[in-house]
């Protein structure tokens, strides 16, 4: 365990040392753009290591949960833990988001944590950093193009679509799944399967959210076009009466 604690310190100095080092060089941009800049690395550094490891080393996360922990699998939990500990307190310092945001970090913090300490389920716990990533960069990129004044074009509006479909996709349809498989098969401890329980559920509260945006933005689309529609019809008859 202090081996883990020592990796933990390691790497949250690591974020923090990056984040610093994005201030002191790229400070014209702000805190929010150096902090969403740790978080693009981040996700992608996490998402290349989960892939290889529900990919290639394996266990696949579907039929072998609540297996021991393999290094790799410790050495990617260490690396988000130290990350998630990192952007939890800068929330905390800038009051940047909401309530159920931070519900989600603390609840990953946890989840590691308790992963860690048990010494198994790490596959499990890699397989919902690889779900919750994989959105990340997609996520970062709306921000950008926001901070930029492109999000209202065609690069914003594929943005959207990608993160949405893919979120439905991998936090719902295949996190689902994940759960099922998680709660039925003997080997995880009650308590990881209670985890898995409250992330699902959790991920059903973003997907709400996510419907209403969706929702708004198809309205908001729908009058833009109804408006050009009638100012085209009216127009049109203008010409024609003159």
Same mark, same amino acid.
């Given at each position: 365990?202090?081996? &883990? ?24 941009? $702000? ?9 693009? &690395? ?11 490891? $529900?990919?290639?080393? $394996? ?85 950008? &193009? ?7 074009? &065609? ?88």
């Amino acid at each position: 365990m202090t081996s &883990l604690a020592v990796g933990v310190v390691l790497c949250l100095t690591g974020w923090i040392t990056l984040y610093t080092l994005l201030c002191n060089t790229n400070g014209s941009h $702000g805190s929010e753009w150096n902090c969403r800049l740790v978080t693009l &690395l981040h996700g992608i550094l996490a998402v290349c290591i989960t892939a290889y490891i $529900g990919y290639v080393e $394996g266990p696949w996360p579907f039929t072998h949960p609540g297996t021991k922990n393999t290094p790799l699998q410790i050495s990617a939990m260490v690396i988000s833990l130290g990350y998630f500990i990192f952007d939890m307190g800068w929330c905390v310092y800038f009051r940047t988001e909401g309530p159920v945001m931070l519900v989600h970090h603390t609840m990953s913090i946890l989840g590691i944590l308790l992963t860690l300490s048990l010494g198994e389920s790490g596959i499990e716990s890699c397989a919902v950093i690889f779900a919750s990533e994989i959105t990340n960069p997609l996520l970062q990129a709306r921000w950008f &193009l926001r901070q930029l004044g492109r999000y209202e074009s &065609l690069t914003g509006e594929v943005v959207d679509v990608l993160f949405v479909v893919l979120f439905v996709f991998m936090r719902i349809v295949v996190g689902g799944r994940m759960l099922y498989c998680e709660l039925i098969s003997p080997r995880p401890r009650l308590i990881i399967k209670c985890g898995g329980v409250a992330m699902y559920v959790l991920s059903w509260v973003f997907m709400v959210d996510i419907g209403r945006f969706t929702y708004r933005k198809s309205q908001s689309k729908y009058r833009r076009w109804r408006d050009q529609h009638r100012l085209a019809a009216v127009n049109g008859h203008v010409g024609k009466t003159d």
